[in-house]
């Protein structure tokens, strides 16, 4: 990394994500959000410099669910500006952005440089975002990342939950579950019930082809096959797609330093 240093830092409701970026070279770290997103966020962002030789950053921009929390930035900015820009960093072709985080998400529709066109988000209902599916993986004896592991084909679906509602969809789970319906075929009907959920909130902006799936459930293969179904266009990700948020802060931080 070169001398002068700038650092996006995506605040979010479970993990906390820092991008460092000189100009050329974008590297990004990831840590829990903890009980006090703030220490957690300042400690990577003391961590991660400290480990290059770096007393301080020459400009942070803060983004995400805690960015108005983060008294050391130098400008907070909104996610749905940062993800956009982060996700067409990441996949240049993106002209659709859909996040799904912890407590929100969000479809952004994008330009080729990556500025918002249209958005729409859904932050009033834990129902299509990583909440919702940690509560299911709960009702499921299983955690976030074991939900993820495993595996459902698009033909496993041989059951349906009905309910948007996390409340009454966990008590949809817990009903199939002492009906013995297997963890494969209830894990497959939320996949359905999430993509059927987000894809009717993104036919709101529109969205033209191809998605950039981002987020902290984007490594989610099963989860990203449903998606394409309902939207009926192709879907994309990458390996550092649940960055996409801190990179686009990081970018915005260098137009800023360099203006």
């Not at 820009?85 to 996040?99: C, K, S």
């Not at 859904?122 to 299509?128: E, F, I, L, R, S």
């Amino acid at each position: 990394m070169k001398d002068k240093i700038v650092v996006g830092i995506d605040a979010g409701s479970s993990a906390i994500k820092l991008s460092l970026y000189d100009g050329e070279t974008m590297e990004s770290f990831l840590s829990p959000a903890g009980w006090n997103p703030k220490e957690q966020a300042a400690g990577l962002l003391q961590e991660t410099l400290a480990a290059r030789g770096i007393n301080c950053a020459a400009y942070i921009v803060g983004t995400g669910y805690g960015r108005l929390n983060l008294p050391f930035v130098t400008k907070a900015m909104t996610e749905i500006t940062c993800h956009a820009r982060g996700a067409v960093y990441l996949m240049p072709e993106a002209r659709t952005v859909i996040d799904i985080g912890g407590q929100d998400a969000k479809a952004i529709r994008v330009d080729a440089q990556g500025k918002v066109q249209d958005f729409v988000m859904n932050d009033k209902c834990a129902a299509g975002t990583g909440r919702f599916l940690q509560v299911m993986a709960n009702a499921l004896g299983l955690d976030v990342a074991e939900i993820g592991s495993i595996e459902v084909g698009v033909g496993s679906q041989v059951c349906t939950i009905n309910s948007m509602c996390t409340v009454f969809a966990e008590s949809e789970v817990i009903g199939l579950v002492n009906r013995g319906v297997s963890r494969e075929a209830i894990i497959a009907a939320l996949y359905v019930s999430i993509a059927n959920r987000v894809a009717a909130m993104a036919a709101g902006i529109q969205p033209a082809p191809p998605v950039a799936f981002t987020g902290g459930v984007a490594k989610n293969q099963a989860l990203k096959c449903q998606l394409e179904i309902r939207l009926g266009l192709p879907v994309i990700t990458v390996e550092q797609a649940v960055f996409a948020g801190s990179i686009g802060a990081a970018l915005y931080a260098w137009d800023a330093l360099n203006k």
